[in-house]
């Protein structure tokens, strides 16, 4: 079973950065995309960005467009989510998701979720 790991979120105040990071320790193939999701109390689990391996294409929310950037690490099944501007309205559970296709079958796998809090 694949498990995706994720980590960086932390408390920081409005206007500040934090950078993600999610990783999939020992998983040999690799991704066709990364995408990251977050989910805040009483809402649903809502999409933030995605990149596609293959071409490096790059998607966004609108409500993170121009604020937060998705990267990859070369040659890695890790991605990064540089967030900056940090809103209030941005606190969530942050989760890694990961897509692949082996056999004619997609494979989805999800992370644990790492916290993140903005506020004064």
């Known amino acids: 079973q694949v498990q995706l790991v994720e980590s960086g979120g932390d408390l920081v105040q409005p206007g500040g950065s934090l950078r993600l990071s999610c990783a999939a320790p020992?998983?040999?193939?690799?991704?066709?995309?990364m995408r990251w999701y977050r989910q805040a109390p009483g809402k649903e689990r809502e999409w933030v960005a995605a990149?596609?391996?293959?071409?490096?294409?790059?998607n966004y929310a609108d409500s993170v467009k121009g604020r937060f950037t998705i990267s990859r690490e070369p040659g890695k099944n890790t991605v990064y989510l540089q967030m900056n501007s940090l809103r209030p309205e941005d606190t969530a559970v942050y989760f890694c998701?990961?897509?692949?296709?082996?056999?004619?079958?997609?494979?989805?796998?999800w992370g644990q979720g790492t916290q993140v809090t903005v506020s004064l």
């Open positions: 020992g998983f040999t193939f690799s991704f066709d995309a």
């Open positions: 990149i596609t391996f293959a071409s490096g294409t790059t």
């Open positions: 998701n990961a897509e692949v296709v082996l056999t004619n079958r997609r494979y989805t796998y």
